[in-house]
Every structure is written in structure tokens, then in C-alpha cells.
């Protein structure tokens, strides 16, 4: 057998073409995916006064009767609701076409809901209609909730064991520089005016329109076209394309591992992938499943998305003119977007446990210390304004660096290739409900507790980061073997040594059994 330094060598094998394959796969995949969910949740903003005016005119005209401010009110709230419950549905829709489609195929149809509402935008104002917008926003909610689900699941089984939280963190990155770019975008001197403001909301089939060129050119996640389909041949292709043309002994070892735990390989039959109701009734599953839940819950119920909300107030309070503060407002998203960098630079080294309950810690802190500076403020003390200005930077830095990024990652890791879509589907259906509520109830929290808003938020922060510093194992550069093991120790479970040596990598099964070269060593790949 090998020994670990040449397993090491041989996942970095020629790592330039492993390098620029994979980055591409990443940015194509992701230009369609989880940047469009942060871009379109940002670009709403700008035009809410102009869609609330539009709502005004056509019902005006249709009836010749004024709705008054609460019902313009009621119509804009279904309008971003409408976003919410999309998404709801396309995390729904998510598990049943990462099976039947695989990763790739399932992005570059999930164009199609975008392609659809960017029509239904750009053709209201002529129809005379602002239900399309509604509907518009249903459907750009289904593409990112499906985006969201598939695209970490794509990256985890894509990447190499040593740059798997990376690039699955990457995620993040592009859903912060969506938040970013559509805050620019947004201005009032590029699309964020009146009369451009259907052209703002259509935007997002350009970065559709993008994927649908590029992505084709992309190989498949190896793992779905081994274990879920059965194509030995199209796997091998596959990971030979994302390692550079090389295909390591040691990974596909480890993909035979997976196939066999998950009782992918009987008798040369395929195992159906688990449904949720499966996954809930599974006991060996069920402390992963209570991470994710708790980890997607926290990410949507922590209050991120509340205090972009908060902001414009903060910042007027803080003499800020209201004209100027869209430009201060695009601070917020280079936060967030400075942060995801950083925490990618940083999970292969930290870990994914201290990156996440670290953050929670930190946000913890700092909605005492924006909660102190609020009700100073509320009583006249001087500075006080801008010491919340520096509370809300702060705490979009911190989500940033942990939450945002690491929530995405754990159903890849921690569930193996049947339970894994089962998972997204609950782990996305949880973040979907819990932004809607967020979004329903935060006016009224605000109403209700005045300065001491935050307060639930903190709550939900301590509690997430205390239930998963004690129920979450570190997960860097583990297999699933060995991160169901640290499950099991956690809870309590006793671990078989004959069950410990029986899926060590290099014992699962031969590579031989997987292509037809003799030598289990690296297999370099022609052109076909």
C-alpha cells in the first residue's frame, strides 16, 4: 500500500490543469447559481418606491379607484413574499432533479424559471400588469432555491478532498458578490431609476444566459455519474477532465468507499436516492440531520438579512443625506464580500466547526454592543450613531466569515450520495421558511421591542453557536468514513473496529475494478 505522502502527491498531481478546469467549473456554475440569489435579492431594493407607484397607476387605471398606503403596502409585501415562497418550491424541486437530471443539467434547466420572469418583467409595464411581477419573482425565487441546493452539492463532489471546503465555500463568495453587484448595479445612475427599473429586474437573465454558453463545456460531478447513474466510464472521464487529466488512485478509491456505504453497489444494482421522510426516519442519520436543520435555521434566523434592512436608518440617524445613502449601503455588501474571501482563504486551514460557531460568538457580541449603542442613541448620547454604523459592518463581517459559507458545505459532507439531495431538500426548505418568516415578522418586531429589535437574534446566534459547538465534528480534509465515525463517537455510538478497517481507503475495493488498467496508480486520460 501507499504511503500517505504519496497519496498527498498524487491528489496534487498537475495541479495547473486540475486548477484552471475547476476554477472555470466553479465560476460558470455559479454565475447561474448562487450569484443570482444574492443578485436578486439586492436589486429589489432600489426600485421599491417606483414598483410600489407602478402598483398605484394600473390599479388606478383598471379601476379607477386609488389603493390606499396599507394596501400598496399588502401588494409590495406580496411581491418580495413571493420570492420566499419560490424559493420554498425550488428547494423542494431541488433533491428530485439533482437525481433524475444530475448537477449539471439541473443548473442549466433552472435558466429556464430566470429566462421566463425576466419576459414577464420587461413586458408588465405594456400589459399593464403588476401581478407578471409578482409572478416574476415566484419564478426567480424557484431558480434560487433549485441554485441553492444543487450548486454546493455540484462543488462538494466536484473537488478534491484538500480543496473541498474551498471550493464549495466559493458558494458563498459569489452569492456575497451578487449582493455587491446589484447594489451597484441598482444606482440610480446606471439601471436604478424610474424609467429603467424593468430593465433592472430583467438583469438577471444576462448571468442566465451566460451559464447556458458556458456550463455544456463542463464535465459532471464524478460522484453522481459513479454511484447515482452507475457510469464507470463517464466518471473516470469526468474526474480526469477537473484533475488535469489524471485521475488519482486514492479519490476514486474513496468514491467506491462512499458507493459501498451508501449500498449504491449490490449485485450491480443502483440504490434509489433516500427521500426526506427516509432521512427522518433513518436513526443512524439522525444527529447529521439535526446539525443541518439547526446550522440552515441559524443561517436564515440569525438577522443578517434584518439589519441590510436596519441600515438606511442607522445610516440616516448617522447625518448621513438620503441620497447619499445608497452609496454608504454598497459598503455593506463589499463586507459581506470581503469577508466570504477571506473565510475561503481561511476554512481549509481553520477548520469549518471554529469557522462557524466563531462566528455566531461574534455576532453575538455585536448585536450587545448595537443594542447598548441603540438605546444610547434613542436617549441622545453623542457618537452613538456612528458606533451602530460600525455594529452593522461588523456583524455582516462576521455572518461573512462563518455562517454564510460553512451552512452550505455540511450536507455534502456529512451525508453520503443517496441521503445527500434528501438533505438539501430539508436543509433548503428550512432556510426558505425561515427568511419568509423573518421577512413577515421583523416589521412587527421592530414596532414591538423599539431598540431592543435584535434581542431574538442574539438569542438564535448564542443557542446555534452553543448546540453546534457540541454536536457538529470538525469535518476538514475527512472522508465520509471517517466523519460518520466522529458522529457516532460524538453521540456515543460505539464504533466496530472491523467497521473502521473495513472502509479504509485502499480496502473499499480496487481501481482496477473501475477501468481496465492494471496499475492502481494515476491513469493519464487522451482527448476522447
Known sequence: MSSPGTHEAEERSNPTGSARTLALTVCFAAIGGTFQYGYNISIINAPTSYIQNFINDTYMERWDVALDTPQVTLVWTLVVSAFSLGGLLGALLAGPMAVRFGRKVSLLLNNSFMLVGAVFVLTCKAAKSFEMIILARFLVGINCGVSMNI?????GESAPKHLRGAVAFSSAVFTAFGIFFGQVVGLTELLGSEPLWPYLLAS???????????????????????????????????????????????EMEEMLQEQQMSGALKSGSLSPAKTPWSLFKDPDLRFQLRTVMTASSAMMLCGNDSIYFYASYIFLEAGIPPEKIQYITIGTGASEFIASILSNLLIERVGRRYLLIGGYSLMVCWTIVFTVALTLQGQGVAGMAYLSMACVFAYILSFGLGPAGVTGILPAE???????????MVAGSLMWISLFLVGMLFPFIVNGLGNYCFLPFLVVCLVSAVALGLT??????????????????????AVPIEAHEQYQLGKASSFTALTDNPEPQNCTLGKA
Open 204 to 250: 438577471n437573465a444576462l448571468p442566465a444566459m451566460i451559464q447556458l454558453v458556458t456550463l455544456p463545456w463542463f464535465p459532471e460531478s464524478p460522484r453522481y455519474l459513479l454511484i447515482d447513474r452507475g457510469d464507470k466510464e463517464a466518471c473516470v472521464r469526468a474526474l480526469g477532465r477537473l484533475r488535469g487529466g489524471l485521475v488519482p488512485a486514492l
Open 414 to 424: 456529512i451525508f453520503d450520495q443517496t441521503a445527500r439531495p434528501a438533505a438539501y
Open 472 to 493: 457538529l465534528p470538525e469535518t476538514k480534509g475527512k472522508t465520509l468514513a471517517e466523519i460518520t465515525a466522529e458522529f457516532d463517537r460524538k453521540n456515543g455510538k
Open 151 to 155: 450548486q454546493p452539492m455540484y462543488f
